[in-house]
């Protein structure tokens, strides 16, 4: 088995993205993308030449295939994704905004994805990989899914592989917000590496300054927490460091779904490739900044070459 520099795992859909401004129930023509936070940062690390797999089930149908494929010609590894003969492949449905965030509908209840279990988890692929991206979105999809995604952290961790965690809240998955933080932390405290948006981190740790934060989940064993804080950059701290590396001037907001699984990619590429902390994080503001400024979720991410290009030529004024 060819060994892989990052694994992910999760829910990915069809998603159908309006091609007008407008009430969903007013769009008449829609275009067919990918989405999934998952995928989205599976796609980025293989755009920037890493060797990434994406782990989840998906249903015998039109929309199964169509990620499938779509995830081979992007070069995602996707030799563990099990096709299920029972259950659909999840879809969206997401408006056209020219400001502010776009409005998605989800069609994902009982999707092949949620019905992942812990008899699916395959021990000899999750080894090949030296590094674990999750989200905290399997944790909400149902208890089974839950159960495999708590076995994926403790078996990475077992056999000391690193593992970065982005809490990618949604609220509307759970049955409490109690629950949430609660099942989140849980996950969190394991990681290596946490990355939470700064509302994120109010939610899970009842803190608002970025520090009081990150020290939060450095107490809890984390070694590197990073805090997305939008426009104005990241703020990052572990034990022994800490900064704020300001964001990439952008002139056009297109969209900005995907623009955090976006920083993922860069952060955790920059990571793997040995680069500073500040200059990890750099990395991970470039590819939010470009992503903002593509329609669909990963439509912006940049392969290697370009993201560099992009740095510097941008980096006045980021410090």
């Known amino acids: 088995m060819q060994s892989l520099d990052v694994i992910t795992f999760g829910e990915a859909m069809a998603m159908f993205m309006a091609n007008q401004p407008g009430s969903l129930h007013e769009v008449n023509q829609f275009t067919r993308e990918l989405a999934g936070a998952e995928t989205n940062v599976a796609i980025g690390l293989a755009r920037l030449g890493l060797r990434s797999g ?16 779509r995830l081979k010609n992007e070069n995602v590894d996707i030799e563990s994704v099990l096709v299920d003969d029972h259950y659909p492949t999840g879809f969206q449905l997401k408006s056209k905004v020219i400001e502010g965030d776009p409005e998605v509908q989800y069609f994902r209840k009982g999707s092949a994805a949620s019905h992942l279990s812990v008899d699916d988890f395959n021990e000899a692929y999750f080894k090949a990989a030296g590094h674990l991206h999750m989200t905290g979105i ?66 899970l740790t009842g803190f608002k300054n970025p520090r009081d934060i990150a020290s939060f989940y450095l107490e809890m064993g984390v070694k590197l927490v990073v805090i997305k804080l939008g426009e104005e950059g990241a703020f990052y701290k572990t034990l022994n460091e800490e900064g704020t590396v300001s ?60 993201l560099l290009k992009y740095i510097e030529n941008n980096l006045q004024g980021v410090k």
């Open 138 to 203: 399997p944790l909400a999809l149902s208890e089974q899914a839950r159960a495999y995604a708590k076995h994926a952290l403790s078996f990475m961790k077992k056999n000391g592989r690193s593992v970065s965690f982005d809490p990618n809240l949604r609220p509307s998955l759970w049955t409490s917000q109690e629950e949430m933080v609660e099942q989140t932390n849980i996950a969190a405290f394991q990681a290596d590496y946490v990355f939470p948006g700064i509302s994120e981190g109010e939610i």
């Open 54 to 69: 994406w782990v989840s089930k998906v249903g015998r149908d039109a929309f199964g295939t169509f990620i499938i494929e």
């Open 247 to 306: 964001g990439f001037k952008v002139k056009e907001i297109i969209d900005t779904v995907g623009a955090g699984d976006g920083f993922a990619v860069g952060v955790i590429s920059g990571l793997i490739e040995n680069l500073s902390i500040k200059d990890a994080v750099l990395r991970g503001n470039a590819i939010g900044a470009l992503a903002v400024q593509a329609p669909g979720d990963n439509d912006g991410y940049p392969t290697k070459e370009a």
